[in-house]
């Protein structure tokens, strides 16, 4: 009953270092995203994957990269990490559009 | 794009008070999805209701798509209805879950 799992939990970054988060769902969905939620905010799509094999860009990508390794799996990467995206981030997942989403438990990035 | 107003921002119970949260939309919305984040920052699924209404225990929600607006109701509230209740929706083309800035909610003891 794992649903949404993402690694690491907590990660603390060095300016323009590098590093991907990982995030993997047994939920068989088709469809799978990257937020960031930032303090007293709500959540911002940063790049979505409607199905497997495709990749979209959200409200906020810059600065990231992403790559839908299978259906299960969904991976977020920083190639050079700065201060501004010291952030919580969220992986979800839903069967298709227009369906119910499910999100993992975050992790807590600091960039410094 | 779709503008949401999440009312009220903020709002403090005692234990044991009821509430009602809102979200308003500014055009017609599918896929009106309902979260609670809870203190330790996971996001859970309260609801799912693109129209009409559901209930779960001491939480029910209504959504009339129609007049664009959709309610979340707390009964007999207890502290570990804490958090943050986020209203998240879907536009007509499909494709992306918006989130509202959210309620936080306190209740004390």
């Known amino acids: 009953n794992a649903g949404v799992t993402q690694t690491p939990k907590f990660q603390v970054l060095k300016t323009g270092q590098s590093m991907t988060l990982q995030c993997a769902q047994d939920?068989?969905?088709?469809?799978m995203y990257w937020y960031r939620q930032d303090p007293g905010m709500g959540l911002r799509l940063i790049y979505y994957s409607a199905s497997e094999g495709t990749t979209d860009k959200g409200e906020v990508p810059n600065g990231y990269n992403v790559s839908r390794l299978n259906k299960r799996e969904f991976s977020l990467r920083l190639e050079s990490a700065a201060p501004s995206q010291t952030s919580v981030y969220f992986c979800?997942?839903?069967?298709?559009?227009?369906?119910?989403?499910?999100f993992g438990q975050g992790t807590r990035l600091t960039v410094v | 794009g779709i503008q949401v107003e999440q009312s009220p921002p903020d709002l403090i119970l005692q234990e044991g008070a009821n509430s009602t949260l809102r979200c308003n939309f500014s055009?017609?919305?599918?896929?009106l999805q309902w979260f609670h984040q809870n203190p330790w920052g996971q996001l859970i699924n309260l609801f799912y209701?693109?129209?009409g209404t559901k209930q779960n225990g001491r939480l029910s929600a209504t959504t009339v798509a129609t007049e664009r607006y959709s309610l979340l109701y707390i009964s007999s509230s207890q502290t570990t209805d804490s958090g943050v209740y986020f209203c998240a929706w879907e536009e007509t083309s499909g494709s992306r879950l918006t989130f509202g800035e959210g309620t936080q909610l306190t209740v004390n003891p």
């Open positions: 979800a997942s839903r069967l298709e559009v227009f369906t119910e989403a499910f």
């Open positions: 939920m068989n969905h088709n469809s």
């Open positions: 209701i693109p129209s």
């Open positions: 055009d017609s919305v599918n896929n």
